[in-house]
């Protein structure tokens, strides 16, 4: 059936998936650290927190939106959790830390659609207000953990993969399966025709910022636990790194689309990336350049490709447009 | 006569895209002060003729000539130097900029480095006197009516001495009025010397102020003649190379009353006090210029507006419509003006875009869960009934022609098994072959008991297809036609307030005298 849906897909999967494949070659002729099976495990472990969030942030983007305050909100609900655990347990802390998160991407769905604030300032704004809150909760000092190591089990092994793994399951099941997942696409897609045709998109907004949150919340548990730590100035530019995973792998900006695989490749290749440069012992200001040029490069590709499919849609009217520029 | 009459050749002109030939050993020549009418389904291959006579595309073989010379365009500039200026339907027009900045830009009178304001301002004023535009060059081009955009667009063209001003669908996005003005002005063009390629989907324009007329069809040159010569029968028939199905409206026999209105305003007096009743199998339709109420009306009915007091009862039962969801539960589909912003999704597939207004009605046993096989099986059941044309379900909608957009659209309402479907401007954008489709189409819903209400901005549209029609002027409803009494003059008549007579020919020749 979507032989066309499918093989559309792959293209775009396609540019990431050898790249990373190349990269991956690379390094491992280069330095034989980075084919150990705790090297991989490393580097699946650091993929699957950017991962997380970036899945949420694949549906924000499918939705026609952006959330730029999922570091605060990680920050946020690291915070809560750590604190709250030598209260209340592990396991509620840890659905209290989600929770948080959900709340905060709701707000920001809520300033979105009631106050019609467009998500990129809206979200800016949280990004803000998330991390100053974070910081008061702490009182700008370091939450730690002694001694509670069962919550270490949230970063440990091959949890944050199987997590990642089920979460892209159940995006992708719900982007392709369900009339929610049809209801953000044609949100992202169109807005104004969605509410014509009856979709609620002011709760399918709300539902897809609660979500955002919530996975930013799960990335941010799981850096904490990576070090037992709770601090307010965790995961700082973890939004770059998310929308940068979710163009890496394919998604347009422009809504109406999503890649849930793509930004699974995306986050690995990244990783491997960081892990593989770390190994050659390169300067993490290099990483940052590193990773700039890559983001460079996909987005050029990506509307390189998307210009060519354009020109090949509708020569005309595309002729028309460049005429009237 | 000293110089020839031949401004503008173009001889055996070739331009091959990969996979396609746009334009396939076409002539075409325009003579000087003439309207020559440029006319053909989309795809003809007017759009790659207009932007290689701009400069915009190379042609891949053949010549173009300007009295009597071969010419090469390489690229815009050229062929404005050459004297041809192009309007195209999307306007270049920078929103934020006076008119006479909009007119000027790129060519703004200078003293030293600064421009040259008064002198821009004045000239500029000039070019507008002879437009009979009555609007300040400082005005800001986004305070305009989008017919004064249009004109502001021929002054610019003008005021680069234009010899040929070539306007693609200069009236597609005008009312009623403004395509009268626009018409004198082309006609007025023409007597003072300036050459006009009028391209345009909409004969009865054609046929009111060309001198001669060509039709183009699959990128080929199909005829050439004088305007007396032909009909626009022959025309049509020429454009899509067949004769089209009967277009005359068929005797309808409606139902039962299945929605009445009540005295109903819509957002606090936009319209105010408007009843009627619409019956199972005929077409109603709503009749007035921009600005007089009608689609507010038709906005109000689907839940888009705030029907503010009266009543709509829905099979004798009254009925709230606070929400387009509202609408679409009780069983009133809507087919919007402007598919693009308001119907389409175009990131999404066919099948998407059909069924996403249904989707509460094909779920699986579980809740929420779509059912792919039933979702494809309803796309090819409407790519029958509707012969909308797309090799797969899976295709996105945006590659797809006008006409088969709108039938996505319609066939979307359909799929909400709806009773009572609103039609905005059903075949706006879209081509004559596809325009007779859509009729043929409406025709069968109305046949098999559908209740439609209808708002066009095309009278030949509206007398096609209404049984009966009320017309509307200023937010109030003025006049309730019906039968053959829905004739163009009496709906223009009401409409505009005047007793004036629609031929838009008398007009523009009077604006033309008046010059």
Same mark, same amino acid.
């Given at each position: 059936?979507?032989?066309?849906?499918?093989?559309?897909?792959?293209?775009?999967?396609?540019?990431?998936?050898?790249?990373?494949?190349?990269?991956?070659?690379?390094?491992?002729?280069?330095?034989?650290?980075?084919?150990?099976? @705790?090297?991989?495990?490393?580097?699946?472990?650091?993929?699957?927190v950017?991962?997380?969030?970036?899945?949420?942030?694949?549906?924000?983007?499918?939705?026609?939106?952006?959330?730029?305050?999922?570091?605060?909100?990680?920050?946020?609900?690291?915070?809560?959790?750590?604190?709250?655990?030598?209260?209340?347990?592990?396991?509620?802390?840890?659905?209290?830390?989600?929770?948080?998160?959900?709340?905060?991407?709701?707000?920001?769905?809520?300033?979105?659609?009631?106050?019609?604030?467009?998500?990129?300032?809206?979200?800016?704004g949280?990004?803000?207000?998330?991390?100053?809150?974070?910081?008061?909760?702490?009182?700008?000092?370091?939450?730690?953990?002694?001694?509670?190591?069962?919550?270490?089990?949230?970063?440990?092994?091959?949890?944050?993969?199987?997590?990642?793994?089920?979460?892209?399951?159940?995006?992708?099941?719900?982007?392709?399966?369900?009339?929610?997942?049809?209801?953000?696409?044609?949100?992202?897609?169109?807005?104004?025709?969605?509410?014509?045709?009856?979709?609620?998109?002011?709760?399918?907004?709300w539902?897809?910022?609660?979500?955002?949150?919530?996975?930013?919340?799960?990335?941010?548990?799981?850096?904490?636990?990576?070090v037992?730590?709770?601090?307010?100035?965790?995961?700082?530019?973890?939004?770059?790194?998310?929308?940068?995973?979710?163009?890496?792998?394919?998604?347009?900006?422009?809504?109406?689309?999503?890649?849930v695989?793509?930004?699974?490749?995306?986050?690995?290749?990244?990783?491997?990336? @960081? @892990?593989?440069?770390?190994?050659? @012992?390169?300067?993490?200001?290099?990483?940052?350049?590193?990773?700039?040029?890559?983001?460079?490069?996909?987005?050029?590709?990506?509307?390189?490709?998307?210009?060519?499919?354009?020109?090949?849609?509708?020569?005309?009217?595309?002729?028309?447009?460049?005429?009237?520029? | 006569?000293?110089?020839p009459?031949?401004?503008?050749?173009?001889?055996?002109?070739?331009?091959?895209?990969?996979?396609?030939?746009?334009?396939?050993?076409?002539?075409?020549d325009?003579?000087?002060?003439?309207?020559?009418a440029?006319?053909?389904?989309?795809?003809?291959?007017?759009?790659?003729?207009? /932007?290689?006579?701009?400069?915009?595309?190379?042609?891949?073989?053949?010549?173009?000539?300007?009295?009597?010379?071969?010419?090469?365009?390489?690229?815009?500039?050229?062929?404005?130097?050459?004297?041809?200026?192009?309007?195209?339907?999307?306007?270049?027009?920078?929103?934020?900029?006076?008119?006479?900045?909009?007119?000027?830009?790129?060519?703004?009178?200078? $003293?030293?480095?600064?421009?040259?304001?008064?002198?821009?301002?004045? /000239?500029?004023?000039?070019?507008?006197?002879?437009?009979?535009?009555?609007?300040?060059?400082?005005?800001?081009?986004?305070?305009?009516?989008?017919?004064?955009?249009?004109?502001?667009?021929?002054?610019?063209?003008?005021?680069?001495?234009? $010899?040929?001003?070539?306007?693609?669908?200069?009236?597609?996005?005008?009312?009623? $009025?403004?395509?009268?003005?626009?018409?004198?002005?082309v006609?007025?063009?023409?007597?003072?010397?300036?050459?006009?390629?009028?391209?345009s989907?909409?004969?009865?324009?054609?046929?009111?102020?060309?001198?001669?007329?060509?039709?183009?069809?699959?990128?080929?040159?199909?005829?050439?003649?004088?305007? /007396?010569?032909?009909?626009e029968q022959?025309?049509?028939?020429?454009?899509?190379?067949?004769?089209?199905?009967?277009?005359?409206?068929?005797?309808?026999?409606?139902?039962?009353?299945?929605?009445?209105?009540?005295?109903?305003?819509?957002?606090?007096?936009?319209?105010? /006090?408007?009843?009627?009743?619409?019956?199972?199998?005929?077409?109603?339709?709503?009749?007035?210029?921009?600005?007089?109420?009608?689609?507010?009306?038709?906005?109000?009915?689907?839940?888009?507006?705030?029907?503010?007091?009266?009543?709509?009862?829905?099979?004798?039962?009254?009925?709230?419509?606070?929400?387009? $969801?509202?609408?679409?539960?009780?069983?009133?589909?809507?087919?919007?003006?402007?598919?693009?912003?308001?119907?389409?999704?175009?990131?999404?597939?066919?099948?998407?875009?059909?069924?996403?207004?249904?989707?509460?009605?094909?779920?699986?046993?579980?809740?929420?869960?779509?059912?792919?096989?039933?979702?494809?099986?309803?796309?090819?059941?409407?790519?029958?009934?509707?012969?909308?044309?797309?090799?797969?379900?899976?295709?996105?909608?945006?590659?797809?022609?006008?006409?088969?957009?709108?039938?996505?659209?319609?066939?979307?309402?359909?799929?909400?098994?709806?009773?009572?479907?609103?039609?905005?401007?059903?075949?706006r954008?879209?081509?004559v072959?596809?325009?007779?489709?859509?009729?043929?189409?409406?025709?069968?819903?109305?046949?098999?008991?559908?209740?439609?209400?209808?708002?066009?901005? %095309?009278?030949?549209?509206?007398?096609?297809?209404?049984?009966?029609?009320?017309?509307?002027?200023?937010? %109030?409803?003025?006049?309730?036609?019906?039968g053959?009494?829905?004739?163009?003059?009496?709906?223009?008549?009401?409409?505009?307030?005047?007793?004036?007579?629609?031929?838009?020919?008398?007009?523009?020749?009077?604006?033309t005298?008046?010059?």
């Amino acid at each position: 059936m979507e032989t066309r849906r499918a093989r559309l897909a792959w293209l775009r999967l396609s540019p990431v998936g050898v790249t990373l494949l190349v990269v991956g070659a690379v390094f491992a002729v280069l330095t034989p650290a980075f084919l150990t099976l @705790n090297n991989l495990l490393n580097v699946c472990t650091s993929a699957s927190v950017v991962a997380i969030v970036g899945l949420g942030m694949t549906l924000a983007i499918a939705s026609g939106n952006f959330d730029l305050s999922v570091g605060s909100t990680a920050a946020f609900a690291g915070c809560i959790t750590m604190s709250m655990v030598p209260q209340i347990g592990v396991m509620p802390a840890i659905a209290l830390g989600i929770a948080t998160g959900a709340l905060v991407g709701w707000v920001n769905g809520l300033i979105v659609t009631e106050l019609r604030v467009p998500a990129f300032i809206a979200t800016l704004g949280m990004l803000t207000i998330v991390r100053g809150a974070a910081l008061i909760y702490t009182r700008g000092r370091d939450i730690y953990l002694f001694g509670k190591t069962d919550y270490k089990i949230l970063s440990t092994g091959i949890t944050p993969a199987l997590l990642a793994l089920a979460i892209a399951l159940f995006f992708g099941f719900l982007l392709k399966h369900t009339r929610f997942g049809r209801h953000i696409l044609a949100t992202g897609s169109n807005l104004a025709s969605a509410r014509r045709v009856g979709v609620r998109t002011t709760y399918v907004l709300w539902s897809v910022f609660a979500i955002v949150g919530a996975t930013a919340a799960l990335s941010g548990l799981i850096l904490s636990a990576q070090v037992l730590t709770g601090n307010g100035r965790l995961a700082t530019g973890l939004e770059l790194s998310a929308i940068a995973v979710v163009v890496l792998g394919g998604t347009p900006l422009t809504g109406g689309q999503a890649s849930v695989p793509g930004t699974l490749f995306g986050s690995l290749l990244v990783a491997v990336i @960081n @892990n593989g440069l770390n190994l050659l @012992n390169v300067s993490i200001f290099y990483q940052n350049v590193t990773l700039g040029l890559l983001l460079l490069g996909a987005l050029s590709l990506a509307t390189g490709w998307t210009s060519k499919f354009g020109r090949m849609v509708s020569k005309e009217s595309k002729e028309r447009n460049k005429q009237a520029v | 006569m000293s110089e020839p009459p031949l401004l503008l050749e173009v001889r055996n002109l070739t331009r091959r895209f990969p996979g396609v030939v746009a334009l396939d050993d076409v002539n075409f020549d325009v003579l000087r002060s003439e309207v020559h009418a440029l006319v053909g389904e989309n795809g003809a291959g007017k759009s790659t003729l207009i /932007n290689i006579l701009a400069g915009v595309l190379q042609p891949s073989d053949g010549r173009i000539l300007v009295d009597g010379a071969p010419v090469v365009f390489s690229d815009p500039l050229g062929s404005q130097r050459c004297g041809i200026s192009v309007i195209f339907q999307e306007f270049s027009l920078l929103p934020h900029l006076s008119v006479a900045e909009n007119v000027f830009v790129t060519r703004e009178p200078r $003293r030293g480095p600064l421009i040259d304001w008064e002198t821009m301002n004045r /000239n500029t004023a000039d070019i507008l006197h002879t437009l009979n535009l009555d609007i300040e060059p400082s005005t800001p081009v986004s305070k305009l009516s989008v017919g004064q955009q249009q004109l502001v667009e021929i002054a610019r063209a003008l005021s680069t001495k234009a $010899r040929v001003i070539i306007m693609d669908e200069p009236t597609a996005a005008l009312n009623e $009025r403004e395509v009268v003005c626009l018409l004198g002005i082309v006609r007025s063009l023409a007597s003072s010397g300036v050459s006009v390629i009028y391209v345009s989907h909409r004969l009865t324009e054609v046929f009111s102020i060309a001198d001669r007329v060509t039709v183009f069809r699959d990128g080929r040159h199909i005829s050439t003649s004088p305007r /007396n010569a032909v009909t626009e029968q022959q025309v049509v028939a020429a454009m899509v190379g067949r004769k089209l199905a009967n277009l005359q409206r068929p005797v309808r026999t409606p139902g039962e009353v299945i929605l009445e209105a009540r005295d109903l305003t819509v957002d606090h007096g936009v319209v105010r /006090n408007v009843s009627f009743s619409l019956r199972c199998g005929e077409v109603l339709a709503f009749a007035g210029l921009m600005g007089s109420g009608c689609s507010e009306l038709m906005e109000g009915l689907f839940g888009l507006r705030k029907i503010t007091s009266g009543t709509v009862t829905l099979d004798g039962k009254p009925l709230q419509i606070n929400h387009p $969801r509202a609408a679409i539960r009780a069983g009133i589909g809507f087919v919007p003006e402007d598919r693009k912003t308001n119907g389409l999704f175009s990131d999404l597939a066919v099948t998407e875009n059909l069924t996403i207004g249904a989707l509460p009605r094909w779920l699986k046993s579980i809740p929420a869960f779509l059912d792919p096989a039933r979702e494809r099986q309803v796309a090819l059941e409407y790519k029958r009934q509707l012969n909308i044309r797309f090799s797969r379900p899976e295709q996105r909608v945006s590659g797809l022609s006008g006409g088969n957009q709108q039938k996505i659209i319609l066939g979307r309402a359909l799929a909400e098994n709806c009773r009572i479907l609103l039609l905005e401007e059903p075949t706006r954008g879209v081509d004559v072959g596809a325009k007779a489709e859509i009729y043929t189409l409406i025709d069968g819903l109305v046949a098999k008991g559908i209740a439609i209400l209808l708002q066009t901005s %095309e009278l030949p549209e509206l007398i096609r297809l209404a049984d009966r029609c009320i017309v509307f002027a200023a937010g %109030e409803a003025r006049a309730e036609l019906s039968g053959n009494d829905v004739t163009q003059e009496a709906v223009m008549e009401v409409a505009t307030g005047l007793s004036h007579r629609v031929a838009i020919r008398d007009q523009a020749l009077e604006v033309t005298n008046g010059d």
